[in-house]
T-cell receptor
Framework: AQSVTQPDIHITVSEGASLELRCNYSYGATPYLFWYVQSPGQGLQLLLKYFSGDTLVQGIKGFEAEFKRSQSSFNLRKPSVHWSDAAEYFCAVGTGFQKLVFGTGTRLLVSP | SAVISQKPSRDICQRGTSLTIQCQVDSQVTMMFWYRQQPGQSLTLIAT?????????ESGFVIDKFPISRPNLTFSTLTVSNMSPEDSSIYLC????????????FGPGTRLTVL
């Protein structure tokens, strides 16, 4: 069965610094991969998704993610973090059967 | 994408009572999903609701506890029955617009507290 691991529970980044959130997945075939963001008291917003093709995908709010098959990873990056980026970030994997499996999430804190 | 609304946005309920959560989408969708997010936890799928058929429940979730209705292609309800404090969670609905595989869009969630 597919699974997703987000090894970092919390990450603190200074405003203006770069960000990388880690995501590793387990799935036998090429997965569909997603990053969602959940701001406090809000639902989940889709940041970006990967299905095939170019392994570097661009998303909203200046985020990007890179699919690395050899490492079973789909890490999320942003070159310069803003205070409004403070939120919970979830990585998810889909298998094409309309079900998503979510990681446990990484809480991003942004320091002044 | 899709615009999804949920009602209520939050509620505080007494144990033993039931709460029905509504999910409305601004376009017709085939598949709707209900998730539970317990405090500090990730999302767990409760069930998948397709219009015109019975909901499909995930392991650990049963229809008697979480009955779901899906009367048309834009609306669904989830009822949390005979509530206990352990049901305190955020309940989220999502939809699959079928534009891209497995891509789901989420509502804002319903924050439920059971006393």
């Amino acid at each position: 069965a597919q699974s997703v691991t987000q090894p970092d529970i919390h990450i603190t980044v200074s405003e203006g610094a770069s960000l990388e959130l880690r995501c590793n997945y387990s799935y036998g075939a090429t997965p569909y991969l997603f990053w969602y963001v959940q701001s406090p008291g809000q639902g989940l917003q889709l940041l970006l998704k990967y299905f095939s093709g170019d392994t570097l995908v661009q998303g909203i709010k200046g985020f990007e993610a890179e699919f690395k098959r050899s490492q079973s990873s789909f890490n999320l990056r942003k070159p310069s973090v803003h205070w409004s980026d403070a939120a919970e970030y979830f990585c998810a994997v889909g298998t094409g059967f309309q079900k998503l499996v979510f990681g446990t999430g990484t809480r991003l804190l942004v320091s002044p | 994408s899709a615009v999804i609304s949920q009602k209520p946005s939050r509620d505080i309920c007494q144990r033993g009572t039931s709460l029905t959560i509504q999910c409305q989408v601004d376009s017709q969708v085939t598949m709707m999903f209900w998730y539970r997010q317990q405090p500090g936890q990730s999302l767990t799928l409760i069930a998948t609701a397709n219009q015109g058929s019975e909901a499909t429940y995930e392991s650990g979730f049963v229809i008697d506890k979480f009955p779901i209705s899906r009367p048309n292609l834009t609306f669904s309800t989830l009822t949390v029955s005979n509530m206990s404090p352990e049901d305190s969670s955020i309940y989220l609905c999502s939809v699959d617009t079928s534009t891209h595989p497995d891509t789901q869009y989420f509502g804002p969630g319903t924050r439920l507290t059971v006393l």
